[in-house]
């Protein structure tokens, strides 16, 4: 069927969503970002597509298209892993003054003023974030219609200083956090809890230090005013000071849930179909779902890379747990490496409803020298369940049994 020629569409997102007819201009996304230039001036006659340009450079770079990948799928641009990575990853300021059409100078002012009143508005999370000082706060709250000729002209530059600063220690926070160990990502699972963590600082923190030394990811992380303290005290063995630290506040906590779900964004049909699988019990959908989960995600955690040991799959596991927290905490609490029984589960999925069924995960590799399929560690894993007594701790806190499941998630050419 012949797709729909769209006339005066100038939103790239548009033409995408809607399945129109678009001659793939994206290989000039790699022909700019190549050439390193700072300035590009692109002078082409009315209708030639300059404003559509613009829109899909802004809808390929922005933070604020992170999610919106599937717009790209098929398009020259998506055929290169290096640019797939880049996608979602910058601020991107983006004007219009196709609307500017005033006959005097006072009133054309005034209008280009409102516009990047808009533009600021736009951008008003960056006014409770750290990343602006009391006078930042004082000249963003200064941007008006009305304002002078010198904050004017300052406004956009300002503006991407601000960008900068923020979204610089965030993409920082994402790659520490996404390729860290399992004990940072088990303990900002805590933190997402709103409950607090105990670590010992170095106030010293160099950058070189971060991707071998735990600890200086959290030094990082309160000096970048992600987190607070809530008390302190002298470690006699070590002669460093041992920190309580919480997540500073909502809006820490919300970075942090937004970062997690740009984890699984490629997947995220997917990812939400494997929690329907599993909350509804349906174990051939999960083992599916699970495998396209797996395949999309496991460059992305560095598995088989530095911190990754022998090769397991032990970030991107601990990376599903969070993601597991995030969407399910209205209904689950999501519980994992804790003592039950006689030994340590790997995840529970406590229900806040007790009505409901509670769900015991457990993730094994598989090993070639004492299993001959992955059933064999299918089997493992759910004898490990029954003999450990994992169920224990819920029976307790008054779920019986028979109110919980137990699945294995397998490691090897498949997940189960």
Known sequence: MARTVGIGIQSFEKIRENNCFYVDKTYFIKEWWESLDDVTLITRP?????????????????????????????????????YRNLQ????????????????????????????????????????????????????YQSI?????????????????EYLCRYYGKKELADKLVRRGSSGIKTDLEELIKEHSIEKSMDEQVVFKQLERQEEAVWSLFLA?????????????????????????????????IDMIRGWFSESQRE???FTTAMLTGNLELMNEYMNMIAMNSFSFFDVGGRGVSDGQPESFYHGF?????????S???????????????????????????????????FDQRREKTLEDTVGRALNQIEEKRYAQD????????????????????KIF
């Open 46 to 82: 009315r209708r030639f597509g300059k404003t559509l340009a613009m829109s899909m450079l802004e809808n390929f770079f922005s933070t604020e298209y992170a999610s919106g990948a599937g717009i790209f799928e098929g398009l020259n641009i998506w055929k290169e892993e290096k």
């Open 88 to 139: 979602g990853m910058f601020p991107v300021i983006s004007l219009s003054f196709a609307s500017v059409k005033e006959v005097s100078y006072e009133q054309t002012r005034k209008k280009i003023c409102q516009i990047v009143v808009n533009l600021y508005s736009r951008h008003s999370y960056l006014l409770e974030s750290n990343a602006l000082t009391e006078k930042d706060r004082d000249f």
């Open 144 to 160: 008006s219609v009305d304002m002078d000729d010198a904050t004017a002209t300052f406004a956009i530059y300002q503006l991407s």
């Open 224 to 256: 970048c005013g992600y987190l607070k303290v809530l008390q302190c005290r002298p470690n006699e063995k070590s002669g460093k000071y041992c920190y309580e630290l919480t997540l500073t506040n909502k809006e820490v906590r919300l970075m942090f």
């Open 271 to 273: 990812y939400s179909a």
């Open 321 to 329: 747990v969070l993601g597991l927290v995030v969407e399910l905490d």
């Open 331 to 365: 209904q689950y609490m999501i519980l994992s490496n804790r003592e039950s029984g006689l030994g340590r589960y790997d995840v529970v999925l406590e229900p806040k409803d007790h009505g409901m069924d509670a769900i015991i995960l457990e993730f094994k590799a």
């Open 394 to 413: 819920l029976s307790a806190r008054g779920i019986p049994e028979g109110k919980y499941g137990n699945t294995a998630l397998v490691s090897g050419e």
